[in-house]
């Protein structure tokens, strides 16, 4: 029997070893394994975050045509050049505008669109239909861009399928792969359409049909998916996407036609392919990553696993060898004192081996006198602290630890040695012999002799520096909470307000004492409806978030307009347990947006229309003149003796004389007439609507009267007059701007003195005149 147990012992002591190491090496594997998923997690919810963003910019543009009458295309061009999409929004081909033109007015909106200085364009495909559908602008406007104006999309089936439903839905949807009509033979790539309805403002919206009657047309974006996710990888993933193998397709399948991208093709991976889907504006993504090799950069998985085969065969041939030893003690007791010499030599060989494996170990392990001092100590503890294990040997244990720590280490002396055999552990910094500073987790367990009396401490301590760096950046991450200029405001599932930052204090004015256990009602204006919410909570049930903008009350009572979005958060069983909202005070920038429309349609001096909003303006009554035939004037109007005020007292006093007149016209013509400042000391007045002659000429006579009433500037008072031509429909044109040019001339005779003040349009010109 003794013979046979040192091999009975070697035979199950290997086995166990073997399968324990093989169990660490599968194990630190799945680690590795698990650890590669979760990066493929974290890259393809990036994405999707940035598809948000992209959407986020279409809603901005949707925004713009929804709030303007008109949007001219250089006001467009400078909005999409804003946005600075290159530099912040990488990726985005272009941003467009689809309008629906109904087939009455297709001849009018190609002589429109020619006029602007498109000479060929024209609907496309050509071919009669109800309605029409027409890319009217697109930025940049470059070679690849300029391909899709007047592009008709009602005739493909893939691209108006998806707008159709993203103006019954409400919200911004996603084409699958297509052809973009922006690609040539050059660098051809897939793509997809991103659409966001646009409709008339103030329009109800409640329902598929409501929304239908107010569409207007789309913002959308092509994106080049290639473009797209490379710009993405290089960005935010460099060092994984040279590391990985990527496809990624339409749509939940993995088949070849649905293949829209693919990085590092034919490399060769070194683990299983994980696939994720993402749900991209009511469009299916699917990501296939593979790792490559390099993603493991010859990172070894049983290096544990190595530790505990060698410890384990090192344990097992101790045991065999002290079978061997109770073997022969046993076999060999009449020769004992014979073989004491060689029993005292394999004991030092054995005690080297301890030795050996207690200096190997992963952590450090000392004994502690109770004066105190280090009696012994491992290899490990003086690689730790940067110094030679004699250094160690008969050190106070207290000098290993900055002076601040100094008072403690002894009460957690006295705490350890005072407990019965039980472990106390504590986290502290330790000082290496170099100066440098490391963290450690210290567990003591006090050591006593058969009496009860301490002998010492025994002592483990284990490096955490790394895990103490981890707890710092979620430190930093709860400073960047508070830092934020975003108010950010977090609720639980109950929707009771449980964490807010000092930004949401800063916007909402109220305090994190006063908020905190309130719900988001407290915020709430009145301004919406219940249907707006039932709408918003719909949308996060269904999406896991919502954003847009919300009406909110401040603390003090007034109304302030914010951007908001709003994601729930949920535990790994799918429960709800907090939502979460990130918002800006948008009120100052929408008010400038409005004063930017209002300067674009009004004289900066007079507030009068300018130009272009009496070319509006006169084009829909001349409309409405023909349909109902009605005849409207126009009164050319230019101030006599007016330069001479601006030589002599300065364009400060002629621009308190141009306000006056201004102010004079309008209080003497219709809420339904146009006061128009064209300039310098030139107005127009548009009578839309007059029943006869007569009044038209009473009206000019008043305006003159009034007109050449003094101005009282300070101390001065200064008089004006006015020369007025008039220009009637029908008589004088069937046009804009020829009654305009016929008003022109009758007011340009009047002021040459060929003609009365007053001047109607078609009189006979003077020879010299003319």
């Known amino acids: 029997m003794f013979r046979a147990l040192p091999w009975l012992i070697l035979i199950v002591g290997v086995a166990l070893t073997a399968l324990q190491a093989q169990h660490m090496r599968t194990r630190e594997a799945a680690l590795a394994r698990a650890k590669f998923e979760i990066r493929v997690t ?11 963003v992209q959407a986020q910019i279409l809603r901005g543009v949707a925004g713009l045509f929804a709030a303007s009458a008109e949007v001219e295309r250089d006001e467009f061009r400078r909005y999409v050049q804003g946005l600075e999409l290159p530099r912040y929004y990488p990726g985005i081909t272009g941003i467009g505008y689809v309008a629906i033109v109904p087939a009455r007015d297709k001849a009018r909106h190609v002589a429109a669109m020619r006029a602007q200085g498109f000479a060929d364009y024209d609907i496309r495909p050509p071919g009669p239909r109800d309605p029409y559908t027409a890319v009217i602008y697109v930025e940049p406007f470059d070679w690849r861009n300029r391909r899709a104006l007047g592009f008709d999309m009602s005739l493909e089936p893939t691209r108006f399928a998806v707008a159709r439903r993203a103006a019954d839905e409400g919200r911004a949807l996603m084409t699958g792969k297509l052809t973009l009509l922006q690609e040539t033979r050059q660098d051809a790539q897939p793509g997809v359409l991103l659409f966001q309805p646009v409709y008339r403002a103030g329009a109800p919206l409640a329902s598929v049909a409501e929304r239908r009657a107010a569409l207007l047309g789309w913002a959308y974006s092509p994106l080049r998916v290639r473009q797209l996710l490379e710009r993405y990888l290089q960005s935010e993933y460099p060092q994984l996407s040279s590391q990985i193998a990527l496809q990624v397709y339409a749509g939940d399948t993995l088949q070849p036609a649905a293949q829209m991208y693919q990085l590092h093709p034919g490399a060769a991976a070194q683990g299983e392919a994980v696939v994720r889907r993402a749900s991209l504006h009511g469009s299916t993504w699917t990501f296939r990553v593979e790792p490559l090799a390099g993603y493991w950069g010859g990172e070894a998985f049983d290096g544990n696993a190595r530790i505990v085969l060698a410890s384990g065969i090192v344990l097992t041939l101790l045991l065999v060898a002290a079978s061997q030893l109770l073997g022969r003690s046993h076999q060999r007791l009449a020769a004992a004192l014979r073989e004491a010499s060689l029993a005292n030599r394999h004991l030092a060989e054995q005690q080297s081996l301890l030795r050996a494996i207690y200096d190997s170990s992963s952590v450090a392990l000392f004994l502690m006198k109770p004066d105190g001092k280090i009696a012994h100590a491992n290899q490990r503890m003086a690689a730790m602290f940067h110094t030679l294990l004699p250094e160690l040997i008969g050190r106070d244990y207290d000098t290993l630890l900055p002076p601040a720590e100094q008072d403690g280490a002894r009460d957690w002396q006295a705490r350890v040695s005072a407990q019965q055999g039980t472990p106390a552990s504590i986290e502290r910094c330790y000082r290496r012999f170099d100066g440098g500073e490391f963290w450690g987790v210290t567990t003591g367990c006090a050591l006593h002799d058969a009496g009860g009396r301490v002998l010492g401490i025994v002592g483990v301590i284990e490096d955490v520096t790394e895990r103490h760096k981890n707890e710092a950046g979620m430190r930093l991450a709860s400073t960047v909470f508070m830092a934020s200029p975003t108010g950010i405001m977090v609720t639980d599932a109950e929707e009771r307000i449980v964490s807010v930052n000092p930004a949401f204090t800063l916007i909402t004015g109220y305090s994190a004492a006063e908020i905190i256990g309130q719900t988001p009602k407290i915020l709430a204006s009145g301004q919406h409806d219940a249907d707006f919410y039932q709408e918003l909570w719909r949308s996060i049930g269904q999406d896991g978030f919502w954003e847009g903008e919300l009406l909110n009350r401040h603390k003090q009572g007034h109304l302030y307009l914010e951007m908001i979005s709003i994601s729930r958060v949920v535990d790994g069983q799918g429960r709800v347990v907090n939502y979460v909202g990130m918002f800006q005070d948008v009120t100052e920038r929408r008010q400038a947006e409005e004063r930017i429309r209002h300067l674009a349609h009004h004289d900066y001096l007079t507030g009068l229309p300018n130009r272009a909003h009496l070319l509006e303006r006169a084009s829909q009554a001349l409309a409405l003149a023909r349909r109902y035939q009605r005849r409207l004037a126009i009164l050319f109007l230019d101030l006599d003796r007016f330069k001479p005020i601006n030589d002599r007292y300065g364009h400060d006093v002629g621009d308190v004389v141009l306000r006056t007149v201004a102010d004079r016209l309008l209080a003497l013509v219709r809420e339904s007439d146009t006061v128009c400042r064209l300039g310098g000391d030139e107005f127009v007045i548009l009578l839309a609507e007059y029943h006869d002659f ?51 001339a009758a007011m340009y005779r009047a002021k040459t003195g060929a003609a009365p003040p007053i001047c109607i349009a078609g009189e006979p010109l003077d020879p010299a005149d003319a």
């Not at 974290?42 to 948000?52: C, K, N, T």
């Not at 006579?701 to 006015?722: D, F, K, N």
């Open 42 to 52: 974290e890259l393809v919810s990036g994405f999707e975050h940035r598809m948000i």
């Open 694 to 744: 007569a009044s038209v000429e009473q009206l000019a006579h008043t305006l003159r009267t009034a007109i050449e009433q003094p101005c009282e500037v300070g101390a001065l008072r200064l008089a004006v007059s006015a020369s007025i031509g008039i220009a009637t429909y029908p008589e004088h044109g069937d046009s804009v701007g020829a009654l305009i040019q016929r008003a022109d």
